[in-house]
């Protein structure tokens, strides 16, 4: 799943910040040939556009208690990874 917010003015998060349902992300502003201030919102499954009104969100059970610990751990560790694999990123970029 992913989300795409465009013509925004001013961000009042960070990116990777948690949000949740009504938390204000941002103002909006006109960008471009726009006739007014307004936001642009995607809502992406597996790359396809969909309707985040009509989509089918799976299920989530929660986490056992007795893993939840092994599952912290092996969640930091995750991102801990994945913070290393941002500082080695390389882009193309048009000369």
Known sequence: FQ???LHLHRLRIKKGARVGQGDVIGTVGSTGAATGPHLHYEF???GVH???RTVSLPKATPIAPKHKQLFAIEATRLFSL???YKGQM????KQ
């Open 50 to 52: 969909q309707n985040p």
């Open 3 to 5: 989300t795409h917010y």
């Open 44 to 46: 992406l499954v597996n």
């Open 90 to 93: 390389r882009l193309a970029a």
């Open 82 to 84: 994945l913070e290393n």
